[in-house]
């Protein structure tokens, strides 16, 4: 199987696709100036206590307050407490953590007014980001995630990931952490640790030691309260360092400054693998170039196609996601309507796991599959499921067929689950039905060219539009283009754009930067 990273960065968000073996898998899609992304870490001020669920609401400077129950407090809460009140205390000189006092755990059964006041100030990072009308979910226990292992300030133990299953290869990794990290601090040791080399091991831990060493003399210097001390990595080297393995062919990226952070991270944790990162530098838009908008415009929306005619709905309500599975137009099997429900529900149990990481569908899923009689058939499909989802990096639970044929899953949520329109809204009748006449659509670019290069005097730029108008402007010995060329100079340049819709057209200028050529009666209509 080979694997691929396509990044696409554009002014306003940065879009990451994960392919396997050319077939879009994980997509992500965030504004640049995203915040309270899962990682964060912030010194708060606790804003209301709420007893009866035995928990309080925290200003870390989001819309709606974070939300902050007892029991993610951690048990070092108190240790925390008064590190916090050290280091507060001295604004010059940082109060190492290794000198800090463990204080006694925090009781599991004690109280939110017992432990926090209005107004206190508390180090907390996101778990989850806003959902809805919901503000961020908090926790005070502090962790730093690298590739090999998680660093947590004030822990007192090492762990090893459970599935790393040799217990020489779990010893001889313990030991090796054991003896580099410092005092009051632990370490939960990765999967893709096993086989690591001391030095490999050692190098990362200094990373994440100075992450929080950044951490907390931003806590010390600074007197701005709610203030984010931590950002997570951006999104591209974040899912890079959860995701990156030996097998990846190409990672693609548009942009060269985040070209180089994803170089970097990766001479970091794979050296030998450096030569993988590439910066895309074609004319054809990265996500058309790599086939990735046509995967994007057929995987999501209501209806999902797969095999033969067979198809998804997919409908998403406030408590849960529900997956209904229609054979559509299939050709029934010689040996019956059994063997026909067995085949459309093992495409819709392939079809649907990519959908849960394409989507990052989280909490309840129900799949209502196509009944079948026998039970061999029932549990054939479950292993199925069970098998596909293996790949999947979020926890899950899959309960087999209940007796009406319906399948329950649970899936870890920790951010809103992704949601692409994949209907086009007509850009030039704005919802009134009327448009001018197409033929005239290409007299109307040359007049925005004419003012572009004549009036504005930008000599160079690329008009973006839709696969079928470029073909047309591009047709012919002495094409559109070619007279437009001739006429106005060679910085005209047509470039086709699977996001554009038919009558829709974009001007860019020589930096990449959008020109906006609507005219007010476009856009009032």
């Not at 096993?194 to 931003?218: C, H, M, N, P, S």
Request: hydrophobic content about 40%; glycine content about 6%.
């Amino acid at each position: 199987m080979t694997s691929e990273v396509i990044i696409d960065v554009q002014p306003k968000e940065i879009s990451i696709a994960l392919l396997e073996d050319k077939q879009l898998v994980e997509y992500q899609n965030e504004p640049r100036e995203v915040s309270f992304a899962v990682g964060n870490i912030y010194i708060g001020k606790v804003r209301k206590l709420m007893p009866g669920l035995n928990a309080c609401f925290v200003d870390v400077g989001s819309e709606k307050d974070a939300f902050l129950h007892y029991l993610d407090l951690g048990l070092q809460f108190s240790s925390y407490e008064k590190y916090l009140k050290q280091v507060s205390s001295d604004r010059k000189k940082l109060f190492p953590i290794q000198k800090a006092t463990h204080l006694p755990d925090l009781p599991k059964d004690g109280s939110i007014q017992n432990s926090l006041k209005v107004g206190q100030e508390i180090l907390v990072q996101i778990v989850k980001e806003p959902i809805n009308t919901k503000g961020p979910r908090l926790t005070c226990e502090l962790s730093f995630a690298g590739r090999y292992m998680v660093l947590i300030p004030f822990g007192d133990k090492v762990s090893v990931s459970s599935k790393i299953k040799r217990g020489e290869e779990r010893t001889r990794l313990k030991q090796l952490v054991q003896s580099m990290v410092p005092k009051n601090f632990g370490v939960i040791v990765r999967t893709v640790a096993e086989g690591k080399k001391a030095a490999e091991l050692d190098q990362e831990l200094k990373v994440l030691l100075k992450r929080w060493d950044d951490t907390i003399t931003k806590v010390q210097k600074t007197t701005e309260r709610p203030l984010m001390v931590f950002e997570e990595q951006t999104r591209a080297v974040a899912l890079l360092r959860d995701l990156f393995n030996p097998t990846y062919d190409g990672i693609y990226v548009n942009n060269a400054e985040i070209k180089q952070q994803i170089h970097d991270y990766v001479s970091l944790i794979a050296p030998e693998k450096t030569s993988i990162v590439k910066l895309y530098e074609g004319n054809v838009p990265i996500f058309d170039n790599y086939n990735v908008t046509k995967q994007i415009k057929s995987g999501f929306g209501r209806t999902v196609n797969y095999k033969r005619g067979a198809y998804l709905i997919i409908e998403h309500t406030e408590a849960m996601h529900v997956v209904d599975v229609n054979s559509g137009t299939r050709i029934k099997k010689e040996n019956g309507q059994e063997a026909n429900a067995l085949e459309t529900n093992l495409g819709a149990a392939d079809e649907l796991a990519r959908q849960l990481r394409l989507r990052d569908m989280g909490g309840i899923i129900v799949v209502d599959f196509i009944d079948m009689n026998l039970a061999e058939d029932r549990q054939l499909l479950y292993e199925r499921m069970c098998e596909n989802m293996k790949k999947d990096r979020a926890r899950h639970n899959i309960l087999p067929l209940s007796k009406f044929g319906l399948m329950q899953i649970t899936r870890q949520r920790v951010r809103p689950a992704m949601d692409v329109a994949v209907e086009e809204s007509c850009p030039t009748c704005h919802g009134t039905g009327k448009i001018k006449a197409s033929i005239l659509f290409t007299d109307q670019l040359e007049s925005k060219i004419d003012c572009l290069v004549n009036k504005v005097g930008i000599k160079k730029f690329t008009l973006h539009v839709h696969p079928y108008v470029a073909a047309f402007i591009n047709q012919g010995v002495i094409s559109l283009k070619r007279r437009w060329q001739m006429k106005y100079g060679l910085g005209v340049r047509i470039i086709p754009n699977q996001k554009m819709s038919f009558l829709q057209y974009e001007f860019y200028d020589a930096n990449k930067q959008f020109i906006d050529m609507q005219e007010e009666n476009e856009v009032t209509k």
